[in-house]
């Protein structure tokens, strides 16, 4: 991978926020900190366009904080809140959704999502966590451990999911007018997740599908019966081929170029959990889900998730991976790929 930008890059180890950065003629990088998290910011996309209009991909974390950062941003460059005409979000997690109800009060502002973005947004946190509390029962854990699970749930604060209704609906390959964005739906992170590309400057806008930094989560969102978020994502990686060669905006860390190199290294890290819990299912095809997690590889070490509210989503993980695997993904996958050589 080629680093693009020293700013968001230097910003991103050292956990800061980078400042704001023209990327091409009119289109701005604008960083919307995210306090207390682990990747300490969301990189919105601001195009300020000729015509007098602001197009927004992404305008990060509610609060009044977020809307200074967009005033001040605007009228340093001569225009206000009042000429957000559009905000496209690429997905519904808080960091990138999250002002988007505000931002359009202030402006009138059309907010667009992918359609299968919105009936997540519909479904709510609580559905969400109603949801996983059900699944616990389903994952074999041992009586006291799954009682902690769920005290731990019950003190968690998981944040509200921002509950809104976009006034356009979005599919795969649509155009959003004036913009020269085109939709890629890249579902896996969530159901209804999307790129954006910009076909005019070879800029692909990937949100948290594809991340220099870290490996993204997968499943983070509701799921269908016929939908298997592992299964989604990998096509999803492969969907971005096209775009190879494009430059590389994503929702948190840095620009850069490299997209091949970085879609392998995110399949390489899906394909090795697979076989991982493939090789276990092996030995014990019914064994559960505890079972199986017990035996993963954890980056934090199984005795810290324990004790860690992300159990629960190790747990969700593991129990996706599983049904994949019974699936028969891995005959499916390709061979995990050779790393690629930076260059
Ligand atoms: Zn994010």
Redo the contacts with the bound molecule.
């Keep these: 991978m080629r680093v693009l930008s020293d700013n968001q890059c230097e910003a991103a180890a050292a956990h800061g926020v980078p400042h704001h950065e023209e990327v091409r003629e009119g289109l701005w990088a604008v960083a919307v900190p995210m306090p207390g998290s682990f ?1 300490s910011y ?1 990189l919105s996309m601001v195009m300020l366009h000729a015509d007098g209009q602001v197009y927004v991909i992404d305008p990060g974390s509610e609060g009044e904080a977020t809307v200074e950062i967009f005033r001040d941003f605007l009228a340093s460059h001569g225009r206000s809140l009042a000429d957000i005409a559009t905000i496209v979000v690429t ?1 519904s ?1 808080p ?2 959704l999250g002002s988007a109800a505000r931002l359009r009060e202030l402006s009138g502002a059309t907010v667009v999502m992918h359609a299968r973005e919105q009936e997540e947004v519909e479904g709510s946190q609580s559905r969400l966590i109603a949801q996983l509390r059900e699944q616990v029962a389903a994952w074999g854990m041992p009586e006291a451990e799954m009682r902690g699970l769920l005290d731990m749930m019950d003190r968690a604060d998981y944040g509200e999911h921002p509950d809104i209704r976009a006034d356009l609906l979005v599919r795969d390959g649509d155009e959003i007018a004036e913009t020269g964005w085109r939709v890629v739906a890249t579902p896996g992170h969530t159901a209804g997740h999307m790129c954006l590309v910009d076909d005019m400057r070879k800029l692909l806008f990937s ?2 599908h594809v991340l220099p930094t870290v490996n993204p989560g997968i499943g983070l969102s509701g799921s269908r019966d016929n939908e298997n978020a592992v299964v989604d994502f990998l096509a999803s990686l492969e969907r971005l081929e096209p775009f190879d060669d494009y430059e590389v905006c994503p ?2 860390g840095y620009r850069f170029y490299g997209l091949k190199e970085r879609r392998l290294e995110q399949a390489a890290h899906v394909h090795k959990r697979a076989h991982e819990v493939e090789t276990i299912l092996a030995r014990d095809p019914d064994l559960s889900v505890w079972g199986i997690a017990e035996q993963l590889t954890w980056s934090a070490g199984w005795q810290t998730l324990l004790k860690s509210t992300l159990l629960a989503s190790g747990l969700a993980q593991t129990s996706m991976y599983r049904d994949a695997v019974r699936a028969g993904i891995t005959s499916r996958m390709p061979p995990a790929p050779a790393p690629v050589k930076s260059h």
């Design positions: 990747l969301t997905h997690h960091d990138h949100g948290d929702g948190h």
